[in-house]
């Protein structure tokens, strides 16, 4: 199997995902999986695909990650994990759809608009 290559995207983070067989390797920017994510929660996250399919331990996964929090870059790496599986055997498809993996988080961040505060607070009202 060639490496495989798709990239995943959450809220401004951008991961580039290269998934190949292996020993079930997880690089993070040059830096092992749990080194670079030090909760339980987030590298649940990362490896959230890899566990629905059953394949956790047979491929390493590269990855090369920018932008946003630590939250949006590990769910931008669940997407691109979850894309590559798919090219590697469609069969996954119907595993991760249900789960929700297969499916940018379209929600972003709301610009600060001009004469208020932030996004949608406004300055305090005053009568006189």
């Known amino acids: 199997m060639a490496i495989v290559h798709k990239i995943g995207r959450r809220k401004t983070a951008v991961a580039r995902v290269y998934l190949q067989e292996g020993n079930g390797e997880i690089f993070v920017n040059g830096r092992e999986l749990k080194e670079y994510f030090t909760t339980g929660v987030l590298q649940y996250k990362v490896e959230q695909p890899l566990t629905i399919t059953g394949t956790k331990g047979k491929y390493n996964v590269d990855i090369k990650v920018f ?7 590990a769910e931008a790496i669940r997407l691109g994990i979850s894309r590559a599986l798919c090219e590697v055997d469609t069969d996954f498809r119907g595993q991760l759809k249900p789960e929700g993996l297969l499916t940018r988080d379209p929600r972003m961040v709301e610009r600060k608009k001009f004469g208020q505060k932030k996004a949608r607070k406004r300055f305090q009202f005053s009568k006189r």
């Open 67 to 73: 932008g946003g929090g630590i939250t949006g870059q």
